[in-house]
């Protein structure tokens, strides 16, 4: 988790958000692979075939977004990254969710991650602790509701199907991103959005059925 999350950081700081979480959302690969090799989960060609039409959905939004000239090669390695060791992580996460719970497996993990990165915080001179007033509410939504009860349901998922198909939510992130976006900060919607959110939805239906 530590690895995943500060590679996806950097990748973020090195190109575009959007971007960023286009990348990211190639993760479903990695996982049906991981969960292939490690839980001996089938890999049928209609799961494949899915994860293929919802990684070119996906894709698609990219495409749309066009090319400035100004994205960075080392962030988009770094995306990849977070991508594949996340993939890893849910792998794995499920093992342990299955063993121990979801709740207990998410609070052991960013527990024993926080530990991890003290030294890394205390090298880099960087405080361990600190509260600014003026980033609290986002920092109050972003550890209840995206740490907290984002990867409590995730996983709590997870424990209730197949590995593969539980992390194909993550194909939604980025055509939602970009409807809240048009709806909270006025960006265009567009043709490319609208379709390659069918496309998704579609790949979604197709892994279920």
């Given at each position: 988790?530590?690895?995943?999350?500060?590679?996806?950081?950097?990748?973020?700081?090195?190109?575009?958000?959007?971007?960023?979480?286009?990348?990211?959302?190639?993760?479903?690969?990695?996982?049906?692979?991981?969960?292939?090799?490690?839980?001996?989960?089938?890999?049928?060609?209609?799961?494949?075939?899915?994860?293929?039409?919802?990684?070119?959905?996906?894709?698609?939004?990219?495409?749309?977004?066009?090319?400035?000239?100004?994205?960075?090669y080392?962030?988009?390695?770094?995306?990849?990254?977070?991508?594949?060791?996340f993939?890893?992580?849910?792998?794995?996460?499920?093992?342990?969710?299955?063993?121990?719970?979801?709740?207990?497996m998410?609070?052991?993990?960013?527990?024993?991650?926080?530990?991890?990165?003290?030294?890394?915080l205390?090298?880099?001179r960087?405080?361990?602790?600190f509260?600014?007033?003026?980033?609290?509410?986002?920092?109050?939504?972003?550890?209840?509701f995206?740490?907290?009860?984002?990867?409590?349901?995730?996983?709590?998922?997870?424990?209730?199907?197949?590995?593969?198909?539980?992390?194909?939510?993550?194909f939604?992130?980025?055509?939602?991103?970009?409807?809240?976006?048009?709806?909270?900060?006025?960006?265009?919607?567009?043709?490319?959005?609208?379709?390659s959110t069918?496309?998704?939805?579609?790949?979604?239906?197709?892994?279920?059925?």
């Open positions: 988790m530590v690895v995943s999350m500060n590679f996806l950081q950097y990748g973020i700081n090195l190109t575009r958000a959007n971007l960023a979480a286009t990348i990211f959302s190639s993760n479903p690969l990695f996982v049906a692979l991981a969960a292939a090799v490690l839980l001996n989960e089938p890999l049928n060609m209609r799961k494949v075939l899915s994860l293929g039409i919802g990684f070119a959905g996906v894709a698609l939004i990219f495409q749309g977004g066009g090319h400035d000239g100004t994205i960075s080392q962030g988009l390695i770094f995306l990849v990254l977070a991508a594949l060791t993939g890893i992580y849910t792998v794995l996460g499920k093992k342990i969710t299955i063993r121990v719970g979801s709740l207990t998410n609070s052991l993990s960013f527990i024993f991650g926080s530990i991890i990165l003290i030294p890394f205390l090298f880099q960087q405080p361990v602790f509260i600014n007033i003026n980033i609290l509410p986002q920092m109050l939504y972003l550890s209840i995206v740490t907290g009860l984002a990867y409590y349901t995730y996983f709590k998922g997870l424990a209730l199907t197949d590995t593969g198909l539980g992390s194909m939510v993550f939604v992130k980025p055509p939602l991103a970009c409807f809240l976006a048009a709806i909270a900060l006025g960006e265009e919607l567009t043709l490319t959005l609208v379709l069918i496309i998704v939805l579609a790949s979604i239906y197709m892994s279920q059925h």
